[in-house]
């Protein structure tokens, strides 16, 4: 009699630069997930500590995990590399340092699976515990710009054969899940939001988005955020009210956390680039990129 292969329902990808003090722990969390047959993939970004030794251990450990070492070439190549190893039928996404229920897969799969969901994200939309579908590509975008889907890929889940037009951007430093889930979004044909909280962002004074200093991976928000709003204006002009909106909030926090982080001298022509576009935003459409706090920024930082 041949054995059948176990079904993996949710490959989980955690992507990892020098986190020794993290893996344990979020493995026991993967581990302990209420869903049968979520499978672990650890990617060690080429750290230089203990991750990799400790990586290994845990492979030995829990027979659903699997590491894959490669050098320090950044978080979308490892989970680039993650999701290519990947046997789950959908993949989702943790940091190494963050914390989610136990609940949180079993919940974000049953929900998928049930309504053949391409991808089902973690966001507040309608009433708690509401489920809304969407399958119209304009409103799915609509909501992508007006970050009622949020971008960060660890609130979702993703149907792997969406790869590899699913992908991480190689290269970029910050703001690579914005540009992922845009392209998740765009290659669904159903997609799901699902408005319950399971997984919980915990901010370290080291992590990679809270640098003390000013520098210029911050730039790579803009090159993306421009990119996929040039797209969204292509093919969808009757969402240009919405595109303005996503690059004046985006541009307007890049130029506040110039501020706030040194100002650095070697950035001043870029900064001043962003602040002249800011300017001349039409004054009857800043109620609509701005909320009333984000507007006070707006006039302090011009």
């Not at 992508?144 to 969406?162: D, H, M, T």
């Not at 290269?171 to 690579?176: A, L, S, V």
């Not at 997609?191 to 200093?213: C, D, E, F, M, T």
Request: one cysteine or more; charged letters at 30%; glycine letters at 4%.
């Amino acid at each position: 009699m041949s054995c059948v292969e176990k079904k993996i329902k949710v490959s989980v990808i955690v992507p990892i630069f020098n986190g020794e003090s993290f893996v344990r722990e979020c493995c026991r969390q993967l581990a302990d997930q209420t869903l049968d047959d979520v499978e672990i993939i650890l990617v060690d970004d080429g750290s230089t500590d203990e991750t990799g030794k400790i990586c290994d251990e845990m492979a030995v450990k829990y027979s659903q995990c699997h590491v894959y070492h490669q050098e320090n070439i950044g978080v979308s190549a490892a989970r680039n590399l993650g999701i290519s190893h990947a046997k789950g039928e959908y993949l989702g996404f943790v940091d190494v340092d963050d914390r989610f229920d136990k609940d949180m897969y079993e919940i974000l799969y049953d929900c998928a699976a049930k309504n053949n969901l391409d991808l089902l994200s973690m966001d507040s939309c309608g009433d708690e515990n509401a489920l809304t579908i969407l399958e119209e590509p304009k409103e799915i975008l609509r909501l992508f710009l007006r970050s009622k889907i949020g971008i960060s890929a660890c609130s979702k889940i993703v149907r792997r054969s969406l790869f590899p037009e699913f992908n991480f951007p190689k290269g970029k430093k910050i703001y690579e899940d914005c540009e992922a889930v845009y392209s998740g979004l765009i290659h669904s044909k159903k997609v799901g939001i699902l408005n319950v909280q399971k997984y919980h962002y915990i901010h370290h004074p080291v992590s990679n988005s809270r640098a003390v200093r000013f520098t210029e991976k911050y730039f790579d928000a803009i090159d993306i955020v421009d990119k996929i709003c040039q797209e969204v204006d292509s093919n969808y002009p009757e969402l240009k009210d919405d595109t303005l909106r996503r690059k004046a909030v985006t541009y307007l926090r890049i130029v506040k956390i110039y501020y706030l982080r040194g100002c650095p001298e070697e950035y001043t022509e870029k900064i001043r680039a962003l602040k002249e576009w800011l300017s001349n935003i039409p004054r009857k459409k800043l109620f609509l990129c701005y909320s009333r706090n984000d507007l006070v920024r707006y006039i302090l930082c011009l």
